[in-house]
Every structure is written in structure tokens, then in C-alpha cells.
DNA sequence: GTCTATATAATGATAGAC
DNA sequence: GTCTATCATTATATAGAC
């Protein structure tokens, strides 16, 4: 499945708005109104009428993508944890990229948001944050994944790995259809199971020292006020 | 030190480049050239007469991030290795972090660099991956770092890891000032030490079954042709 | 709802005075 | 080298016909 919806049995500005979401995801957020127009094959002007300016274009379009994304997780993390877990790195992280991969464009919109930063990133990043943190924490209970110190940190911290390593995979390899988000993640994965999985297995010391000068100042200042420079 | 050079002693042509390139880390290299000129006290005629070009400008800029980096971790990485190293995670790639926080926008401008992709980023980016390799190599001969399978692939890796999450932290935390690169790596350094060493010395599972299937895979396939998906 | 035509602003780039 | 003035293009957005 490449598209959102198939193109018939949708209103015009539904039309538009899936269509401008290929255009954001081809070219950037940079792309024109005219772009987006020319793409859904209507008229510019058709365009405005319909969200009254190219921030009204763009905001209900970042508006689908997480309502798209947020019930896929939804669907796929189940009532409680993932029940097909198979001891992949990140569990929650890994479902969401693999569910949002499925639904074509889904993918690298969701980098190009998140980059950009702003409040629609913080709304998703937080999100699956919350996720992973949930799914790590049944993890540690089911004896799979090590405890951490400090587990909101540790839920950041992944979420933030495996969102900026597909960032700078898909700046070192574009991919011919940025709109296939299973063929990129496919790519991806084959790219960096490897060192993902021998890191998240082992790490990378051989000794705790690192960790044992870092947890001493962690402990006696947890609110990370005097940290190491 | 929060710029490049004094502004004084410089050619106009440099003021401008100079400027362009905080315009750029300040605004994104969307910004105009209007813009830059406006920043450098100049018409903006001028720009495009030093230049020829906004892409010129812009190609003058990124050669001179590119080569003020690589003089300084040229520096800083020595001619073997990094002798003041005291097990942080990734060598390399701290070090340069480092180095490029020191002169004030590189640090920002370069993460703009390699999200956008391109030769300039490749460039950069397979630069840094090669320092890490070195880095990692003379490591594991000293007994500091796991060897690993795949030690390029490790390379890549920690490289996208860690400008990854530079990246998407920067998206979230959007710093007060883009150009002081010193700021901008403390609040970093403080946001994710602790979960970052904790998962360089001990990784994230408790078993080895996840890495033992994936390396089954890689024995049999070491060209990653037929990777899971 | 959808179009064409147009107003208005901003962009990169040029020409020529000094 | 540097500026002012201007051109050509493109952008978003509006107005009004159908």
C-alpha cells in the first residue's frame, strides 16, 4: 500500500490535504501551494478556499498525519504491551515505524515533523515517549530488558536513537519513492540491525567506570543542574 | 568564543560568508539573501556580486564549515589518537561535538548540513565515520571497548546515533541562542548522559538471543542482501 | 464548489552610477 | 568595491464569474 486512502470516495479536500502530504513528503514542507495544487489537479485557488491559507494547508495536514499515526500505535500496541514482541531493539519505537511505514508516506513525513521540532513534533515525540516507556517497563518486569536508573530518561533517550539514526539514514541514503515507507524501513533496518542489536545486547565499554563517574554525580543531583561540561 | 573570527581583519567577502553562515544556523538555509546582506551591514547586490549566486553562497559556506571542522578535529584528534580520553561514549564522535561546540554556530549548522543530506553532508558524515572507526580500533586494542562483528557498520552507527540525537534533541529543545554551540552541547551533554552511558556499558536486553538470531542472519548474508523486515 | 484573473509581496538576479 | 534602482519570477492570497 503506497497511498493514505485509495484516491476515489474521498472529498475533494480530503483529496487535497492527502495529496499536499505527498508533496510535503517528496519535496519538504518548502513545497508551494501551487505544487500541492497541481498534484491533487485543482487550482490554486481551490486550494486556499478550502484552508484559507497554506498554514491552515499545512496544520491540518500535520493534523492527519498524527491522528493517522496516533491510532495506528494505538491498534498495534494493543490494550496493554505487544504480545508479538520478538526481543527487538525498542520495542514500542520498532512497532510505531513498522506501523507507520505501512501506511506509505506516513514515515518520512513524520522525520521531516520531527525535525523541523515545534509543537506538533513535541505532541508525537511525547507520545512515543509514553509508549516506550510503558513497554520497557513490562519489559524489565518480563526480565527481558535491563532496569535503568532512571526510566523516563532512558524512554527519551531511545526514542530519540532510533528516530535520529533513521534521520541521518535517510539523508545518507534517499530513497528513490520517499512515499514507500516499507521499502525505506526495509532498507533501514538491513542497514543498521547489525550494530542496533549487538549494542543494544552488549553496549559498547568493556568496564563501568564511565558509568559508575556519571551516577555518582546523577545521584547526588538528580535534577541534572550540575552536569559535566 | 561565540563566532568564527573577530569581525574586524576579515575581507568583506569573508564578513559575509561569515555572516551567512549564522543567518543560515539562525533561520535555516531558507533565508534569504536579503536577509544575509541585511546581517553583514551590506546591500544586497553585493552579496550576489562577491558570490554570483545564492547557491554560491551558500556552496562557500558549507566548504568553509567543512574545512574549519576538519582543521579542528584534525587538532584535536592528533596524529594517532585522543590521549586525554577518559572513557566517554564514542571518542570520536565527542570529541568533534566538542570541538565544533568551541566555534560557536558549526555545531548548529552542521546538524542543518546532515539532516538536509547531500554531498556536503555525505562528505562530513563519512569523514566522522572514519575518525570513529580509528577511534573505536585502537579502543578495543586497549581493552576500553567491545570489539565488534561489524566494525564499520558500528562506525556508522554511533556516527547516525549520536548527530541522530544531537538532532531530535535540538528539535525539542530548541536552544536560546543557535550559535552558542557551548550552551547548546552542555544542555545536550545534561539531557542524556546518564541514559547514554548506562547504554554503552550495559546495552538495553538481558539475553543474547536477539543478537544471536541477527548474527545467524549476518554469517549467512554478510552482504545484508536478505535482511529481516 | 471550482475556476480564471488579478492584487500584492517577496524573492534572486541584473545594470549602471559612483 | 559598493551602492541604488530595477527587472523578472514566483509566492500567497483575493475577487468575482460560472
Redesign the pocket.
Known sequence: MSSIQPASDL???AR?RDAAIEVFVREGF????????AHA?????????????????RAECDARVLELSRSRTDHVLGTDQNPSSTGDVGDAVTETLRSLAESGPLLVYITRLVTEGGESARTFVDHLVRDVETSMMSAVAAGTVRPSVDEPARARYLVAMSLGVLIIDLAMNPPPDPTDGAAILHEYVNRTMVPATEYATHGLLTGTSALDAVLAVHQGDPSGENGVD
Open positions: 472529498t475533494t479536500r487535497i518548502s513545497a508551494s501551494v501551487r505544487a500541492v495544487a489537479v485543482v487550482s490554486p485557488g481551490l486550494v486556499i478556499h478550502h484552508f484559507a491559507s497554506r498554514a491552515g494547508l
